[in-house]
């Protein structure tokens, strides 16, 4: 069951990766979009956050489940927000950084 949890989390933090990445890489485009990585990586980030919290439930180990409302209720959102928006050729610039700020704040509570 470690195995299975330190491969969970490993998708979960590539994940996090994928979206960072996909959103920075755009920052001085005038013209942002909704990329693949964003995409895969919010819907891997989301799926495998989900299922380490029931392997960590299942190993009765101990961690803050306000934390994790918080940071699945923010990646819930940031989900919604890129796949409304994931075929559209643009979206607009305050959408773009409503997005980032929300994934740099999901990475502030997961190291908090």
Not at 13 to 35: D, N, Y
């Amino acid at each position: 069951m470690k195995v299975v949890q330190v491969a969970l989390l490993v998708l979960h933090l590539l994940g996090v990766l994928a979206l960072l990445v996909g959103l920075l890489v755009q920052v001085r485009r005038p013209e942002k979009r909704v990329t693949g990585p964003m995409r895969d990586g919010i819907g891997t980030n989301v799926a495998a956050g989900l299922l380490l919290v029931g392997v960590l439930e299942a190993r009765d180990q101990e961690f803050d489940h306000v934390s994790v409302a918080v940071m699945f209720g923010i990646g819930l959102l940031i989900l919604v927000l890129v796949m409304a928006n994931v075929r559209k050729p643009a979206i607009p610039t305050w959408l773009y950084w409503v997005i980032l700020v929300l994934t740099v704040a999901n990475i502030g509570v997961a190291y908090s």
